[in-house]
């Protein structure tokens, strides 16, 4: 069973520029939701999607946009990257409506992003 | 004032030791409580989860949630080398599957 994977696992970009991370969920889940995670801090929301709509959004600029596609993959875009978005960028995903496990994310490994 | 507070570290033990790790919240509206250990390099795995104030056993991790202090502590009973990584808390008030992540403490177990 294929846990949540994500590519690119490392890439590094110059400010200004644009990028386009991609998740694919683990196997029976439709929910995606992407964090940032700075260097010695906890993940921070960003974003999450449900039914390839925007469902909830955290604390983060307009430059920060996603989709998510029919076979409940997702993509996160940066716009105009700054230095301060260097940082881990984690999928996790979830199964909507189940219940007890509120909150039990499965976690990607990650794409680290450094913005020179 | 953070809504979750979790002391950085890092806590250095000797293999076999019982480890405390804790982290205290503001929103007491939080009712869904989590630990993730997080290794270097990959991403959080879920560890313990834990509704409403209580206990809960898992092999050697212990969790602990005292919401009328509004403090979580996770114990880990013989520790491990492989114990080593960063463990993070998190917590939600129910409903959103967001939940809210403190920094992490890294731990680190010495043979």
């Known amino acids: 069973d294929a846990g949540v994977t994500q590519s690119p696992t490392h890439l590094i970009k110059t400010r200004g520029q644009q990028v386009t991370l991609r998740c694919s969920p683990k196997?029976?889940?439709?929910?995606v939701s992407w964090y940032q995670q700075a260097l010695g801090q906890g993940p921070q929301f960003i974003f999450q999607?449900?039914?390839?709509?925007?469902?909830q959004r955290g604390n983060f600029p307009d430059r920060f946009s996603g989709h998510q596609f029919p076979n409940y993959s997702s993509e996160l875009n940066v716009n105009a990257l700054l230095l301060g978005d260097s940082a881990l960028y984690l999928c996790a995903s979830s199964l909507a409506g189940r219940g007890s496990n509120t909150g039990e994310l499965f976690f990607g490994e990650g794409s680290r992003l450094t913005v020179l | 004032q953070k809504e979750v507070e979790q002391d950085p570290g890092p806590l250095s033990v000797p293999e076999g030791a019982i480890v405390s790790l804790n982290c205290t919240y503001s929103n007491s509206a939080f009712q869904y409580f989590m630990w993730y250990r997080q290794y270097s390099r990959k991403g959080p795995e879920l560890l313990m989860y834990?509704?409403?104030?209580g206990n809960k056993e898992d092999g050697r991790f212990t969790a602990q949630v005292d919401k009328s202090s509004k403090y979580i502590s996770l114990f880990i009973r013989d520790s491990q080398p492989s114990d080593s990584a960063t463990y993070l808390c998190a917590m939600e008030s129910g409903g959103s599957y967001i939940p809210t992540f403190g920094r992490g403490t890294s731990l680190i177990v010495h043979p």
């Open positions: 834990t509704y409403s104030s």
């Open positions: 999607y449900y039914e390839e709509e925007e469902r």
């Open positions: 196997s029976g889940h439709d929910t």
